[in-house]
């Protein structure tokens, strides 16, 4: 099998993600530590001016984080990975995420392919997280 080559502009493959629900961001309080009422007590959410439950961030970044392990594999690497938080995500949204290819280098038998990495809502919509990943992949 050939290995994929990546070109600045392509995108990565693309993840959507089933909507978000409330008993998923209890089940994330529990794994992740993170008992911030926000993100779980409607009316303590209200209270403190958010309209309604959010999810973590960090879930959503997660979401991207999974879209750049199923891109790169088993045979490839994460080498580095960050996101700055940009709007709410809350029960009931549908998170798509996406990465566009800004450079590739060749290296010691690999690619290392750096890209801009987002979610959002739908396509076109605003983005909730954005940053930058850089991985690699092996040329074989």
């Known amino acids: 099998m050939t290995a994929k080559r990546y070109q600045p502009g392509n995108h990565l493959t693309a993840l959507v993600k089933p909507p978000v629900t409330k008993i998923q961001l209890v089940k994330y309080s529990g794994a992740s530590g993170d008992f911030n009422p926000i993100h779980t007590v409607e009316e303590f959410a209200k209270e403190a001016g958010l309209g309604g439950?959010?999810?973590?961030?960090?879930?959503?970044?997660?979401?991207?984080?999974?879209?750049?392990?199923?891109?790169?594999?088993?045979?490839?690497?994460?080498?580095?990975?960050?996101?700055?938080?940009?709007?709410?995500v809350r029960p009931g949204d549908i998170i798509t995420c996406d990465g566009v290819v800004q450079d590739v280098k060749e290296e010691e038998g690999y690619q290392v392919v750096t890209c801009d990495v987002w979610a959002q809502k739908a396509p076109g919509d605003v983005r909730v997280v954005q940053g930058t990943a850089t991985f690699r992949k092996p040329l074989a």
């Open 53 to 88: 439950v959010i999810a973590h961030g960090m879930l959503t970044m997660g979401f991207v984080a999974q879209m750049l392990t199923d891109e790169i594999g088993e045979e490839g690497d994460l080498l580095s990975f960050g996101v700055r938080f940009v709007d709410m």
